[in-house]
């Protein structure tokens, strides 16, 4: 497919100005001029059109295609909350923060306070930030907050604690906030090894970093002794939210001890994400670390008004321009109102429901290495398909040919051959039955004409992409200058 | 050439008298694919054994290279910048990552003999 700057044909326009009938201003200063042109294409709105309009039906999507993403929660995204986000585009996020300015801005002040009390209720926290841009954006808040009040309060710390199985950004966030980091391995079962744990923990520790359910998409057991532990050392306890969508209204991580969460509204609350973005992690904390918050932070000022603060002396600052990814949090304000108390513990329970219909049907033809009710995600081995030459992306690849978006491959690390779905709640058991049909085939495949799966995909527009070039060899820019 | 020790993570390391030289295992090379990338240490930094050295990328995942031995860096394999790939072809030979100097051959009692090492694999 040709790029859009290929496309361009000089002189070429969509739009004719009429001539300028008011005076022209005076030129811009030599200095502030671009010394040669700056390429955009040039082509007719009909090209426009066609172009996108075709780009999009290359593209593998949620609204295309059943996407069971494993670790990523690709519920489809409800179309109405992008006209509920549509209702604020006039409000200039500048303008709350202008002398006086809080007077105009009302409405979006008491959507921002509502949507944090909203948050804080379903994790059992005391205030939450709506501020951060992304998870690991909001992890990296949290942390930075854990750092602050260890600080405040004198304590000598240097270590964060993860489990192996965390997310990658876990580890990442909290060496960025200047901790050492130590890993402590899962133990048969799938949960970190308490043993291990227990005896990684010091004094010396800032904080221990739990996702809950895991990465395996099990639900540690032993979450309440593991805060209790880290507690007794003055180490704070920090959930990683990324997977919500399991326990929305059925566990709250700030009643089993943890005292930091970050969520993934692109995730749980129904807001595109990818391609489609942009993300928003808000972060919840108990009550003793509430002065640590970002600024500015929301609050109401009497029965019925809004406001902001800026002048908290122990914030840790501001981590985002404005008020973070606004758009996004009114989508998810308009999800949660929307679905209601009920409709949120339903939608936890449809998707784990989900997972383990999946993980009941395919644990005959694929290994599941860790062998017990599952909760939003399941994930397989296809060390069982690897006997016949056959690797986790052949049958990734092969799924492609089928129709659906491959589930996330080769992660967790600690699986061999990887195979991670996570179904999420929005799918029917008609798509979810020809999804594992595909599966089955693709097992069967594997013993007995491997070949099928080494060759897909063959009806994509491009075939098998040799990853390892276009890793190491970048070319990342369409046009030279 | 003296005698090769492995670590639980799939380094190797042989000693020299002071200098160490450190890469990953065979094993650790082709469980990750093809590798796209590794960022070496800067020279001069000091580890202690089992400090996390360097990072290796792969088409598969991103994972940390720890020291097998403590010593502090005095030269890195900067080959590997341009061609990643030889720690596919030569991971316990020509795709060394890097060299350790002032090191203690006594840490070597807390890693693996190539046949201690090879016992380790079949337990995986």
């Known amino acids: ?221 032993h979450i309440k002794e593991i805060c209790d532990i880290a507690h007794a050392h003055d180490a704070l306890c920090y959930y990683d939210g990324a997977n919500l969508n399991a326990i929305m209204g059925k566990v709250r991580p700030g009643d089993v001890g943890f005292d930091v969460i970050h969520l993934n509204l692109h995730k749980t609350f129904g807001t595109p994400h990818g391609g489609g973005g942009p993300g928003s992690g808000p972060v919840g904390v108990k009550e003793a670390l509430i002065p640590y918050l970002p600024v500015p932070r929301i609050v109401k000022t009497s029965e019925v008004d809004f406001g902001i603060e800026t002048d908290r002396p122990l914030s840790i600052g501001r981590t985002a321009n404005f008020f973070g990814n606004f758009g996004v949090m009114v989508k998810a304000y308009a999800y949660i109102t929307m679905l209601g108390r009920a409709g949120l513990i339903q939608v936890s329970e449809q998707a784990v429901l989900n997972a383990n219909y999946i993980m009941a049907r395919l644990k005959g033809y694929y290994d599941l290495p860790f062998e017990q009710t599952c909760m939003h995600e399941c994930v397989f081995s296809a060390s069982r398909q690897l006997k016949h030459g056959v690797h986790a992306i052949d049958i990734a690849k092969f799924l492609i040919d089928r129709g659906f978006h491959p589930p996330t491959v080769y992660f967790p690390l600690n699986v061999k051959e990887a195979i991670m779905i996570e179904p999420t709640e929005t799918e029917s058991k008609s798509t979810m039955d020809a999804f594992i049909d595909v599966m089955i085939e693709a097992a069967g495949q594997a013993g007995h004409n491997p070949q099928a799966l080494l060759d897909a995909p063959l009806t994509m527009p491009v075939s098998r992409l040799d990853e390892t070039k276009a890793a190491r060899e970048q070319h990342v820019c369409c046009v030279d200058y | 050439m003296s005698e090769t020790y492995f670590t639980k993570e799939h380094e190797w390391v042989r000693i020299d008298g002071s200098t160490a030289t450190v890469g990953i295992s065979e094993h650790a090379a082709h469980e990750l694919g093809d590798i796209t990338f590794i960022e070496l240490p800067q020279t001069g930094k000091t580890v202690k054994q089992f400090d996390v050295l360097a990072g290796i990328e792969s088409v598969k995942a991103a994972s940390d290279i720890y020291a097998p031995v403590s010593g502090t860096v005095s030269a890195v394999n900067d080959g590997l910048n341009d061609a990643p790939e030889v720690v596919n072809e030569s991971a316990e030979d020509a795709g060394w990552i890097a060299k350790l100097e002032g090191v203690d051959a006594a840490e070597l009692s807390n890693l693996m003999t190539r046949a201690q090492y090879d016992e380790y694999l079949k337990s995986l």
Not at chain 1, 150 to 161: M, P
């Open chain 1, 1 to 221: 497919m040709e790029l859009i700057f290929e496309k361009s044909v000089t002189g070429r326009r969509g739009v004719r100005l009429p001539a300028s009938d008011v005076p022209r201003a005076a030129a811009l200063p030599a200095n502030l001029l671009h010394s040669a042109p700056v390429g955009l294409p040039e082509v007719a709105e009909l090209d426009l059109v066609r172009h996108f309009t075709n780009l999009s039906r290359r593209n593998f999507s949620v609204d295309t295609n059943f996407y069971p993403l494993g670790s990523c929660t690709m519920k489809y995204n409800v179309k109405a909350l992008e006209n509920a986000a549509g209702l604020f585009a006039g409000v200039h996020p500048m303008l709350p923060l202008l002398p006086g300015g809080e007077t105009h801005a009302q409405g979006a002040l008491e959507m921002l306070f509502e949507l944090g009390g909203l948050l804080s209720e379903i994790t059992g926290m005391d205030e939450v930030t709506t501020q951060p841009l992304a998870g690991a954006h909001g992890e990296m808040t949290g942390v930075m907050i854990i750092a602050a009040y260890h600080r405040a309060r004198g304590n000598k710390k240097r270590y964060v604690v993860v489990p192996d199985s965390s997310h990658g950004t876990n580890p990442a966030s909290a060496a960025m906030a200047g901790y050492e980091i130590i890993t402590i391995p899962s133990d048969t079962s799938g949960d970190m090894d308490l043993e291990l744990f227990r005896q990684a923990m010091t004094d010396e520790v800032a904080a221990v970093m739990m996702t809950c359910p895991n990465t395996l998409g099990l639900f540690n057991p």
